[in-house]
């Protein structure tokens, strides 16, 4: 059993599909075990992809992801860091495999719909950025 984090971002939020990607989770064995709406502050979004901030896109990046409320889940199931990257498909939704979320809900490769931890250790540090364990059902 895993943890991992995922982000509803602010384009897929203002598009009202927030039960349609939950339920891409819900479809696919990976359960909610906590969930919140919130709006980052622009410090909270630097922090969280501090590991970009050297990259071009960082400042366009900060701006997009407290450019509306965002929803923030823990899915938890078996394998459900990579299984979370399988139903997110490609970062660049052009390339994403059709039928994933990114294919179907993303704009362009920054408003992309949904972020995923990219491994274990930071499934649990991403979580941690977010919830308190009493949060996490
Ligand atoms: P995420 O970390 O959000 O799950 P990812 O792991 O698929 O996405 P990363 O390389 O970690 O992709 O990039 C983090 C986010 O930065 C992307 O999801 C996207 O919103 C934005 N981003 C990445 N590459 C670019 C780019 N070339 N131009 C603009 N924005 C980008
Ligand atoms: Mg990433």
Same mark, same amino acid.
């Given at each position: 059993?895993?943890?991992?984090?995922?982000?509803?971002?602010?384009?897929?939020?203002?598009?009202?599909?927030?039960?349609?990607?939950?339920?891409?989770?819900?479809?696919?064995?990976?359960?909610?075990?906590?969930?919140?709406?919130?709006?980052?502050?622009?410090?909270?979004?630097?922090?969280?992809?501090?590991?970009?901030?050297?990259?071009?896109?960082?400042?366009?990046?900060?701006?997009?992801?407290?450019?509306?409320?965002?929803?923030?889940?823990?899915?938890?199931?078996?394998?459900?860091?990579?299984?979370?990257?399988?139903?997110?498909?490609?970062? @660049?939704?052009? *390339?994403?495999?059709?039928?994933? #979320? =990114?294919?179907? /809900? &993303? %704009?362009?490769?920054?408003?992309?719909?949904?972020?995923?931890? @990219?491994?274990? *250790?930071?499934?649990?540090?991403? #979580? =941690?950025?977010? /919830? &308190? %364990?009493?949060?996490?059902?």
């Amino acid at each position: 059993m895993e943890r991992t984090l995922s982000i509803i971002k602010p384009d897929a939020v203002q598009k009202s599909v927030i039960g349609k990607i939950v339920d891409r989770f819900e479809s696919n064995g990976l359960r909610i075990a906590a969930m919140k709406k919130v709006k980052l502050s622009a410090e909270d979004a630097a922090n969280f992809y501090a590991v970009h901030k050297e990259r071009p896109f960082f400042k366009d990046l900060v701006e997009y992801m407290t450019s509306g409320p965002v929803v923030v889940m823990v899915l938890e199931g078996e394998n459900a860091v990579a299984k979370n990257r399988e139903l997110m498909g490609a970062t @660049d939704p052009k *390339e994403a495999e059709p039928g994933t #979320i =990114r294919a179907d /809900f &993303a %704009e362009s490769i920054e408003a992309n719909a949904v972020h995923g931890s @990219d491994s274990l *250790e930071n499934a649990e540090k991403e #979580i =941690r950025f977010f /919830f &308190a %364990e009493r949060e996490i059902l």
